[in-house]
């Protein structure tokens, strides 16, 4: 949405030079007004009269119109310099404009980057979590089909994540007999954690 907010002020921007543009050069009278501006009341009275052929050609000059062109002389360069800070100042703020508009794509660039990123630390981290489940599983085959003291000796010397882990593969005689064969202490460390993890 601010993407869209940005574009309008710059096509406004654009509108606002073009418009001031063709305000000037139709008081400067560089181009010839339009027909259908002059049967406009508000617009018609901000426009220079139409002139006649004795003004055109210059045949019959009048004393007050020398006397006044200088003083028009120095009121159309007045406008003309207003008009060229006003287009300086828009330029400069266009100019902010674009800036800030680069600015916001490298940012939205970047932030792509790492929602990618991400992305492929989940995906990573989702397939590493089914090759532990899988290992799991595996090992679990393998220590249901062993004799219960056996399994636990061996079972006894691995982490008590990697233990719940095997255990949540197995059927529940198969767990009860190991623990049963387990250190007590062990035993009991195991089902708390075992409780903890269910609770959650």
Not at 150 to 157: F, G
Not at 168 to 181: C, F, P, R, Y
């Amino acid at each position: 949405m601010k993407k869209g907010v940005q574009i309008a002020i710059l096509v406004f921007l654009i509108l606002v030079i073009i418009g001031g543009g063709c305000t000037f050069l139709l008081k400067m009278e560089i181009l010839p007004v339009p027909a259908f501006l002059k049967s406009i009341p508000l617009i018609s009275s901000h426009l220079p009269p139409d002139r006649t052929p004795a003004e055109d050609t210059g045949d019959s000059p009048d004393v007050s119109d020398e006397k006044d062109e200088p003083d028009e002389r120095l009121q159309l360069e007045k406008q003309i310099n207003d008009r060229e800070k006003e287009i300086d100042k828009l330029n400069t703020q266009l100019n902010d404009m674009e800036k800030e508009l680069a600015s916001s794509l490298e940012a939205q660039q970047a932030l792509q980057e790492q929602v990618l990123q991400l992305q492929d630390e989940v995906a990573e981290s989702l397939t590493m979590k089914q090759n532990q489940a899988d290992t799991y599983k595996n090992l679990a085959e393998y220590y249901a089909v062993m004799k219960a003291q056996n399994a636990a000796a061996i079972i006894s010397q691995l982490k008590d994540e990697e233990i719940i882990g095997i255990f949540n593969h197995m059927d529940s005689e198969t767990v009860a007999d190991i623990l049963q064969s387990m250190d007590k202490s062990k035993a009991a460390a195991l089902s708390k954690k075992m409780l903890a993890t269910t609770a959650i």
